[in-house]
């Protein structure tokens, strides 16, 4: 039997924008439930990501959902989403993407330990981190 690890971000009434951002990004397939789809149709959420599944071309999965308006909504804090390997183009082209629009923490660039990292909190507030591993000499 196998199992996986995946981020499962929350968003405040915007996660169909941040999921379609994201498969902007990495590409893949996107599938998006509504609560008004779940049968909340006349629900002040009813237009809110109950649950949304990014199945990206690299492996990647990311899902979400939008909190419910009579739920507090509690920004990502304490972690981050981290990408990492040694395919420097695709890398690099992810943190452009999510950079875009967000603010760097830590510009992508050689560090001490050799590789490339870099930090940023994209445009939906979801913090990112980049390591593009250097091949060993």
Known sequence: MSS???PYLTFNGNARQAMEFYA??????????????AGA??????????HAMLETDAGYTIMASDVTSDMPYEPM???????SGDDADRLRG??????TGGTVTMPLAKQVWGDEFGMCVDRFGVPWMVNISQPSS
Not at 41 to 50: I, K
Not at 77 to 83: E, H, M, T, Y
Not at 94 to 99: I, R
């Open 4 to 6: 996986r690890l995946n």
């Open 94 to 99: 992810y943190w452009e993407k999510l950079s």
């Open 41 to 50: 149709t006349d629900s002040p959420d009813a237009d809110r990501v109950m």
């Open 77 to 83: 804090a304490g972690s981050s989403v981290s990408l």
């Open 24 to 37: 902007n990004v990495f590409g893949g397939d996107l599938a998006l439930n509504t609560f008004g789809e």
